[in-house]
């Protein structure tokens, strides 16, 4: 990089930090800050910034103000680079004031490695739009029997409107045995994998990007909200609506990874290229099965077995910017799977795994985690979730297959 590419860097990024919502309307700051850098070959005393900044008739001049300005840019800055998704290879810090108490600005390059998480949630922090969690209540018969008294879910079943009839309906259909005229339908609580995933999700945006996220449930939203929002939908086909009807659209035809909504913990690999197949191969055999054109995955949550969930990324079919899908059978992998999404060394092992250009998410793609269990099951946070394979989508329908194997 020559000295002039590096100014015009330089100059950009100042540009970018200034227009960014940390310093609008924040005057003083930004004037303070374009005169450090117009003036960054000469460090600015205390009395250099009073004539220069404080002397256009903003403010009375104190040395204590010039001091209390300038750490509260170098907290700005600091929580804009902390944040920040652009394209720029440099950030910009002002350090405390030496012993002669002068300030300068200073460009130091990143390194994007460590930048995993800005990569992966990129498609969600530049939407400019709001970003929601859509969680889901599980349907649930109520047998108030005294002789039973007993609440039952079926995986298969689980009407999100409030028409109890056709729920009953479609147990008596699916499970005669157990259909009861007296049954009372109720969606009871949240999964507590969604639970712990959307506060992962909320806890990342909040401290990483200043974004206070709405987390909201399938069975209460409407098409316009997800239109409207940048949503992070968690579940799978059976839980959550929006889920379901995405990926039935014509949308998302060309998806390859897919969870079986007609049986439990079945992840389905359509089309398996060589790296896919080698990969599953490497898989005990109770996990994995082989057909002529696809493959599958099966959940096996028993000691020293493997539990599979998909983080599948398309633009958003109701409207502008992103649509991310955290989806699993077993709820409290979606909970780990959001970990690794929010967690930097764990991300940054997967971003790695997967070759992503500049450690970011590409724009449309699928990733099949899978993490071994034991004792403990899901909830041990010293199992990792490791990536299996996964696939990026381009181009049109016909041509964006781009498969990729981990």
Known sequence: MTKTQRVDEEKALIEEIITSPLFSGARLRIMLLRHLFQSRDKPQTVGDLAEEVWDKGLDTFDPNTVRVQCADLRKH?????????????????????????????????????????????????????????????????????????????????????????????????????????????????????????????????????????????????????????????????????????????????????????????????????????????????????????????VDSPDSARYVFGLVTRIPNVYGEGAITIIAADYTRFIDQIARVATDESLLRHIVEKADWKDSVAPQSFQALLMMRTGIGILDDERRKPELLTWRMYTGTPIERNSPHAA
């Open 77 to 297: 800055l600091k929580e804009f680079a902390s944040s920040y998704i652009g394209t720029s290879r440099l950030r910009c810090d002002l350090p405390p004031a030496n012993l002669a108490e002068s300030y300068r600005l200073i460009f130091t390059e990143i390194e994007t490695k460590w930048r995993a998480t800005h990569g992966f949630w990129k498609a969600h922090l530049s939407s400019g739009l709001n970003v929601i969690t859509v969680c889901n209540e599980p349907l649930f018969f109520r047998d108030w029997d005294e002789r039973v008294r007993k609440v039952t879910r079926y995986s298969d079943i689980n009407q999100e409107d409030t028409d109890s009839r056709k729920a009953l309906e479609k147990l008596k259909q699916l499970h005669p045995d157990d259909f009861k005229e007296s049954l009372e339908c109720s969606h009871s609580y949240l999964p507590s994998g969604e639970i712990f995933a959307r506060q992962r999700l909320e806890e990342w945006f909040d401290q990483a990007a200043g974004i206070k996220i709405r987390n909201l449930v399938s069975r209460h939203m409407n098409g316009q909200e997800l239109a409207e929002t940048s949503p992070i939908l968690l579940g799978n086909t059976r839980t959550n609506r929006f889920i379901r009807e995405i990926l039935k659209s014509e949308d998302c035809a060309h998806l390859a990874y897919t969870i079986r909504p007609e049986r439990f913990g079945v992840i389905e690999i359509a089309n398996a290229n060589e790296n896919e197949i080698e990969a599953l191969r490497r898989l005990p055999p109770s996990s994995v099965r082989f057909g002529n054109e696809s493959a599958e995955v």
